[in-house]
């Protein structure tokens, strides 16, 4: 390549400047001939006239006819012609300006970043501005200049639009329009055969990729010059291992990182067929994503001599408290909304979560507990709940006031099993404890992007804790988040997850089947097998089989069988599933526990709600009700006992047995009964409701059903469309509502 360097003296810097003003074969950059600008508006930029500089685009330059604006990075058009246009015509939306060129060439225009968007850091947004750009051909390229104000020492990037020009004449250019804070756009060329470096666009300056993910880098490539045959060179300049794909020659590549976690930067070369080189590089973090949520939502509920299940204690404190001294008690359970409905993202789920707390009192030693809603019942209102009206807790009826909480004052119907539990840390500072699997099985479960979970102390006498809410709270130092933190990471979905029996579970001896979610296979045609491993040792993580047994190999589906006898009571167990893409390879899995200490007695009805009526088995004067349910327990440390009680109604009805599953009742009265059946173990617990609702009439009946929908001719509303519904409507046949002004029509 044929090089020519001019040096000169730029007066206005008092430096010295070297300017390339050839290449190629082309000597001359001269092509622009003159600019002239129409539709001024008169007292401003008229006073300034557009002037041509040829071959003067360079650093140190004026830019501008009415400002003192040069250019501090002229980088690859160096040394072409411009025109020195006028800042104040940056809002005249009338602007039009005939730049003549004598000779075949490539006009630019050189447009403020800010345009369109105020975004100096990207290329301008065109359309709802300067629509006439690309409607007149000019083109987005990868070249840029940058213009310094030395009045303030801010500095403006812009970016320069192409258009070929096929030989001499005259192209008009028209308004900016952008507000008062864009500078006005510059005009440059260059003639046919000026070789430039190559333009180069779509490639990031940074980038931030998940690991086991690849980089997709798709540039655009344009040569401007006479030799346009153009070679890239994808090059690793620091970090770990890289591999490019389909190969480091490939304009478009696949970039992946068996490195590992880490930053990498690369570099892409480009070079012209005369070795004109454009060169971008990529810093590129590989890093899993983390979040960390304050809560939107929170409350406290109690049931101790101060506030009572009906009382409301202040919201600025989150007491976790199971405290009694000689004067008083307190009996206190903290609720957390955390949305989270924003941080999914398709194929990708949370992992690693744990939270971050900072306690102001408490007594060392001991544990707080969490527990999280289920998903039916987390919709309620957190602000101004009470013990009375709280899920999760029982409370149809409380407790007798300052009864000490424990697993049976909590009401497992609501709540999951044990999602986390940690002691009071130190006072005054914050704490960050490790993460929970069954904290991240909660959030993987959630459908409706909000979860609330339960902060109890129900270890003996004398537990406390005091945190302080979101509104109150010290501020954490990382995150700037108040309150106690829900944090974790975002990963792309390749674990088994959703096991059943669920975490931290207790199970009965009999027990016939593990089962999980597997994740979708990374690929089309890409198969999934699962390892399944088994056994009553706390797992030894480095271990391939976790030093565990292999229950199963290789298996296609998401469940494996229990051999039968294989548990025993009082026993921790513990399982991991490896899941095998054929594609992608292999995810190690997350520790499962469930325990046979004492599995709580699940109560389950077959009919939660009922709709009757009286007469609805004969008997005019009531209505008869079949309650069936079915129970399960482990029958450890004893066989369960069953208790029916009723909660409410209008009338007090007699159940006799009170002490079987299933039972039939006679409701003599209409209205909504609830039933309540439990089983105790003499440990645990567990109990299921069912509501009655009877009506006067099966209509009554069908009109109380949240499904119930009104046919529309049945116009006297009693359930059926007859001759009674026609009589109705032709008795008030052209009739007028008494409230209208206006006469019949």
């Not at 300056?205 to 060179?233: E, H, K, M, W």
Request: proline share 7%.
């Amino acid at each position: 390549m044929k090089s020519k360097w001019v040096i000169f003296t730029m007066i206005c810097l008092g430096v010295w400047i070297l300017v390339q003003t050839a290449s190629a074969d082309i000597t001359d950059p001269n092509i622009i001939t003159g600019v002239m600008r129409y539709n001024c508006i008169e007292g401003t930029s008229c006073d300034t006239d557009p002037v041509v500089v040829k071959g003067g685009l360079a650093n140190g330059a004026l830019t501008h006819v009415d400002r003192t604006f040069v250019f501090v990075d002229a980088n690859d058009l160096n040394g072409i012609d411009f025109v020195r246009t006028a800042v104040d015509d940056k809002a005249n939306s009338a602007l039009q300006m005939d730049v003549t060129v004598d000779k075949a060439g490539t006009l630019f225009l050189l447009i403020d970043n800010r345009v369109g968007d105020n975004n100096g850091a990207n290329p301008p947004t065109l359309g709802s501005v300067m629509s006439w750009v690309p409607a007149n051909g000019f083109v987005q390229t990868g070249y840029t200049v940058g213009v310094f104000n030395p009045s303030d020492s801010s500095k403006v990037i812009m970016t320069a639009y192409a258009k070929e020009i096929a030989g001499p004449g005259t192209i008009s250019l028209y308004e900016q329009n952008d507000g008062t804070s864009r500078i006005t756009y510059l005009i440059a060329a260059i003639p046919a055969g000026w070789n430039l470096p190559p333009s180069v666009m779509g490639v990031p300056a940074t980038a931030s990729v998940f690991p086991g993910n690849a980089l997709v880098v798709t540039p655009t490539i344009v040569d401007y010059g006479q030799n346009t045959n153009t070679t890239v060179l994808w090059e690793k300049v620091s970090g770990g291992e890289v591999v490019f794909s389909p190969s480091a020659a490939s304009a478009d590549v696949s970039v992946t990182f068996p490195g590992g976690l880490g930053n990498y930067v690369l570099r892409l070369t480009v070079t012209d067929g005369e070795g004109r080189q454009t060169v971008r590089t990529v810093q590129v973090a590989v890093t899993v994503p983390t979040f960390a949520l304050q809560a939107a939502d929170h409350c406290m509920v109690c049931n101790d001599a101060q506030i009572g299940p009906n009382g409301t204690r202040r919201t600025t404190i989150s007491d976790i408290r199971n405290y009694q001294d000689a004067s008083t008690t307190r009996r206190r359970i903290a609720y957390y909304r955390y949305n989270i409905g924003s941080l999914k993202e398709p194929g990708k789920g949370f992992a690693n979560c744990y939270l971050t707390v900072n306690v102001d009192k408490g007594t060392s030693g001991k544990r707080c507990y969490v527990y999280a809603l289920q998903e039916e019942v987390d919709d309620i209102t957190l602000n101004g709940g009470t013990w009375n009206t709280m899920p999760g807790v029982v409370n149809t009826p409380p407790p007798p006031v300052g009864t000490e909480i424990t697993l049976s004052t909590l009401d497992w119907a609501d709540i999951t099993p044990l999602v986390y539990s940690f002691l009071r840390p130190a006072l005054a500072t914050w704490i960050s404890f490790g993460p929970s699997v069954a904290l991240d099985e909660v959030l993987n479960s959630d459908t409706d992007g909000s979860i609330v979970l339960m902060f109890v102390s129900h270890d003996p006498q004398n537990a406390d804790f005091e945190i302080c809410s979101p509104s109150h709270s010290r501020t954490e130092p990382v995150t700037g988040l108040k309150g106690i933190l829900l944090r974790g990471e975002i990963r792309p979905l390749t674990w088994a997850t959703k096991p059943q029996p669920m975490i931290n579970t207790s199970q009965s001896t009999r027990l016939a089947q593990l089962s999980w979610t597997n994740p979708a296979p990374s690929q089309e045609g890409a198969i999934v097998t699962c390892d399944v491993f088994f056994g009553t040792t706390e797992p030894n993580l480095p271990d391939p089989d976790y030093g565990l047994t292999p229950l199963a190999t290789g298996i296609s589906g998401n469940s494996v069988d229990l051999p039968s006898g294989l548990l025993q009571v009082n026993t921790t167990y513990y399982w991991v599933v490896d899941v095998h893409d054929s594609a992608a390879g292999t995810t190690r899995g997350y520790v499962w526990t469930f325990n046979t200490n004492n599995m709580i007695p699940m109560v389950e009805m077959e009919k939660p709600f009922q709709y009757l009526w009286l007469g609805n088995t004969g008997d005019p004067a009531s209505a008869t009700v079949v309650i069936n349910t079915t129970v399960t327990d482990d029958n450890f440390p004893q066989p369960y006992t069953l208790l029916w009680e009723q909660l409410s109604g209008p009338v007090s009805v007699p159940i006799v047995p009170n002490n079987v599953e299933d039972i039939t009742l006679v409701l003599p009265q209409t209205g909504t009964y609830v039933f309540k059946l439990s089983a105790d173990d003499g440990s645990v617990v567990g109990s299921a409701s069912t509501q009655i609702y009877v009506g006067a009439t099966p209509c009554d009946a069908a009109k109380a059903k949240p499904t119930y929908v009104r046919i529309p001719a049945d116009i006297n509303s009693d359930c059926f469309v007859d001759m009674s519904d026609l009589t109705e409507f032709v008795s008030h046949w052209l009739e007028c509502n008494n409230s209208m002004e206006a006469p019949c029509r």
